[in-house]
């Protein structure tokens, strides 16, 4: 086979390989909301801001209660 | 309804253990109940529940609306100690998720007010959306999923503030119309219309961006 051939071929088949694997990867969303959950359920949290939040909660003082808390305390 | 407090997070270990005291100085090696002074404070874990339930979508709101994960990040944390100071003013007549969304919006927008107000920063006129060309039928292609989010970021940084609220808002599956008009303070009918242009202007925004 002529080797100029050959590199071609070879070179036709990476492209190949490459565009499947770039199809395998691609993913269609139906609508923009659906895009949307998907990129929410992606996004962690930073871990640190729990402990933040506590941290800040801890300092302060007791909230008052709620009318359904303060009813339910009562029952 | 609030999810219980996963052991380990945050809360419920700032719960088990006494502030700058060692964690072996106040449990058993072995795991033993808990003493009375290790008893769980109510509040800090109801609290926990509520947290553990609500922060992502909390924080994805933060994020998408800001545009900045520091800023997002500081403004979920706000948002949180605000409710948690506020909590006696929930009356139940929302959905615990909706009372969040609204001191989230009230505080991210304030932010960006004060934001543009110093970067003297305007706006591009809202009309231009009303022309986009996008169907919003049409499907929304990505090829790495993980530049999804820098792409909508893009998109999003370039939309009406309007019109990005309204979509992060009906993304969440547990809001309906009429709580996304109560929270915009518009009908539920304005909410459709907003949004069905808010979609056309996403998808032809989101389609430059390939």
């Known amino acids: ?75 | 309804m609030a999810k219980p407090v996963e052991a380990g997070s945050a809360f419920a270990f700032d719960e088990a253990r006494p502030k700058a005291v060692p964690d072996s100085t106040t449990r058993p090696a072995g795991g033993g109940p808990p003493s009375i002074g290790d008893q769980p404070n109510w509040r800090s874990l109801e609290f926990g529940a509520i947290y553990e339930e609500h922060s992502r979508q909390i924080f994805y709101l933060a994020l998408r609306f800001l545009g900045d994960p520091t800023q997002a990040e500081d403004a979920t944390h706000d948002v949180f100690l605000k409710a948690y100071r506020k909590l006696g003013e929930f009356r139940g007549d929302s959905a615990m998720r909706t009372w969040l969304y609204r001191i989230t919006i009230n505080h991210c927008k304030n932010l960006l007010q004060t934001w543009h107000q110093r970067h003297m920063v305007n706006n591009a006129d809202d009309s231009l959306w009303e022309t986009a060309v996008a169907s919003s039928e049409s499907p929304l292609r990505v090829l790495e999923i993980k530049e999804l989010g820098q792409r909508i970021q893009k998109t999003l940084d370039v939309l009406p503030e309007e019109y990005r609220l309204l979509l992060l808002l009906v993304a969440d599956q547990q809001m309906s119309y009429e709580e996304i008009a109560t929270l915009t303070e518009q009908s539920a009918d304005a909410v459709r219309g907003k949004l069905h242009r808010a979609r056309k202007a996403f998808v032809a925004q989101f389609q430059k961006f390939t």
């Open chain 1, 1 to 75: 086979m002529d080797p100029k051939t050959a590199k071609l071929q070879q070179q036709q088949k990476e492209e190949t390989v490459e565009q499947t694997g770039q199809h395998q990867a691609a993913r269609e969303f139906a609508s923009v909301e659906e895009m949307l959950r998907e990129d929410a359920a992606q996004t962690e949290v930073p871990p640190a801001l729990a402990r933040r939040v506590a941290d800040s909660i801890a300092q302060e003082p007791k909230p008052p209660r709620s009318w359904w808390q303060r009813w339910f305390a009562r029952r």
